[in-house]
């Protein structure tokens, strides 16, 4: 409990650490939204706490070409691309309403025009065409069977020369997967998230399942100052 605590002080003291750059350009993307504090205040301390964005954004600023970002919430990644001065074209797919609209108008205020924002499904979202796609904290929300479908999908985008970009909490990761579970339970309870699955994949499978449809994995964990279970996966095609 004490080292929770301690990794927990940690996460308030990186957010108050980060270099005055990437404050004013958090505080400009939250500012973009007119919904409220909270809503604001969550945007701020997201872009900041959460490794994930800039770890993507030098990938795609390595690669190039078009963005996929597959659940992509409110599209802060593409707001963190855009504010970067990143010439590449992002389009976000969500099911919720709302954060599309929310992230709709902000993007809107921001000028973003390369930026689009979609209320869809990510399974059915076109893939083609994209030179980096990611898929941040949304593979728990499907059944196993979708799961698979939606893993045989990335790994033929990266066998057509994709990068693929996949974070999610996993299982048995000790205490951090227990607090991913019970943040998860909050999203649901809070009316934050509705729907969906609490189905977090462990680890080895994710990548067996990708090596065996041909592609190469690298794995790292990515949890930054947050308290959670999560791992990056790279995947490239083997050829
Ligand atoms: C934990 S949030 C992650 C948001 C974003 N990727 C990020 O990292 O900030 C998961 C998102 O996945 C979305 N989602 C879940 N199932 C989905 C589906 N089948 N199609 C599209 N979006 C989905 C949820 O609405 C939610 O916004």
């Known amino acids: 409990m004490a080292s929770?605590?301690?990794?927990?002080?940690?996460?308030?003291?990186?957010?108050?650490?980060v270099a005055p750059d990437r404050?004013?350009?958090a505080g400009k993307i939250a500012e973009a939204f007119y919904r409220g504090h909270w809503?604001?205040?969550?945007?701020?301390?997201?872009?900041?706490?959460?490794?994930?964005?800039d770890v993507a954004l030098e990938s795609i600023r390595e690669k190039g070409g078009g963005v996929i970002d597959l659940g992509c919430g409110l599209g802060l990644l593409g707001f963190w691309?855009?504010?970067?001065?990143s010439p590449v074209s992002y389009k976000g797919c969500d099911l919720g309403g709302w954060k599309i609209n929310e992230g709709r108008a902000a993007a809107q205020r921001m000028g973003y025009e390369s930026m689009t924002l979609h209320e869809a499904d990510l399974m059915e979202f076109p893939l083609e065409n994209a030179s980096v796609i990611c898929a941040f904290d949304i593979l728990h929300y499907l059944p196993e069977e979708q799961q698979g479908k939606l893993i045989r999908r990335l790994a033929q985008a990266a066998k057509e020369g994709s990068l693929v970009l996949l974070r999610n909490g996993v299982r048995e990761c000790g205490w951090r997967s227990v607090v991913t579970l019970l943040e998860e339970w909050w999203t649901r309870c809070s009316g934050w998230i509705s729907g969906g699955q609490i189905n977090f994949p462990r680890l080895e499978s994710l990548i067996a399942e990708f090596e065996k449809e041909g592609c190469l994995v690298e794995a790292r964990p990515l949890w930054g100052k947050t308290p959670f279970s999560s791992y990056l996966l790279r995947i490239?095609?083997?050829?």
Request: no cysteine; glycine share 10%; proline share 2%.
């Open 236 to 239: 490239v095609s083997r050829h």
């Open 23 to 25: 404050k004013t350009r």
């Open 4 to 17: 929770q605590m301690r990794e927990m002080d940690d996460f308030h003291e990186g957010i108050d650490a």
């Open 81 to 85: 691309i855009k504010i970067d001065g």
């Open 39 to 53: 809503l604001r205040g969550y945007i701020r301390g997201k872009l900041l706490a959460d490794p994930v964005f």
